[in-house]
Structures are given as C-alpha cells and as structure tokens.
Nanobody, 126 residues
C-alpha cells in the first residue's frame, strides 16, 4: 500500500516563503496524481494544487495561482509545493493524497483522493 508523508510546514511571516514536500513510499502505478489540500480551523478541506505523474499537468486553486508552484521528483517519488508571498489566510494544515486525474481544468475534490498523509501545519503570521 502506498503511504504518503508530508513535511516542511512551519511558521513564517506574511510575504514569506515555505516549501512543503510529500514523499510517497510503496508501489505506485504509472498514471496517478498527487494533490495538496489544506484545512484551516473551522473550515472544510480544500484542494490547493495537483500534478499528474504521466503528463506533468498541474492545477492550482484560484486563491494560490501565481504564488504557489507544484513540482515532482519522480526519481525520489516526491512532490513539493513551493509557497511564496504567503498570506495569513494560507494558514492551515496541508495534506497530500493520491488521485487519478489532474489537469489544468480538473479541479480537486477530496473524494477523488486516497492514501492521505498525516498533514503538516503551515502558520502565516501577519
């Protein structure tokens, strides 16, 4: 079974940068997507960004476009999310999970993803 391990969260001031990573272990089939979600206190979990292993296609939520960049290192089975120009509203627990499809237009829905990692906390102070 595939297991995902998220890391890299922390405390940063508004306007700063942070990089979170998701390491996958176990058997990965050829065509899959890795997605990053986040959940702020009292709010529903929302999709942030995803990347397709087969095509490299990416998706970004409108709230992070132009600020966040997702990338993958296939050799290391690691997907990273570089977060720049962070805002206090980016504060949340960030989770990674495995899905099947990720395209520019696909959007992200939690029920399409499985094998959730444990999450890493990102706190942006104002």
């Amino acid at each position: 079974e595939v297991q995902l391990q998220a890391s890299g969260g922390g405390l940063v001031q508004a306007g700063g940068s942070l990089r979170v990573s998701c390491a996958a272990s176990g058997y990965l089939y050829e065509n899959y997507a890795i997605g990053w979600f986040r959940q702020a206190p009292g709010k529903e979990r929302e999709g942030v960004s995803c990347i397709s292993s087969a095509t490299g296609d990416t998706y970004y939520a409108d709230s992070v476009k132009g600020r966040f960049t997702i990338s993958s290192d296939g050799a290391k089975n690691t997907v990273s999310l570089q977060m720049n120009s962070l805002k206090p509203e980016d504060t949340a627990v960030y989770y990674c999970a495995i899905g099947t499809v990720c395209t520019y237009y696909s959007g992200m829905r939690t029920y399409e993803y499985t094998n959730w990692g444990q999450g890493t906390l990102v706190t942006v102070s104002s």
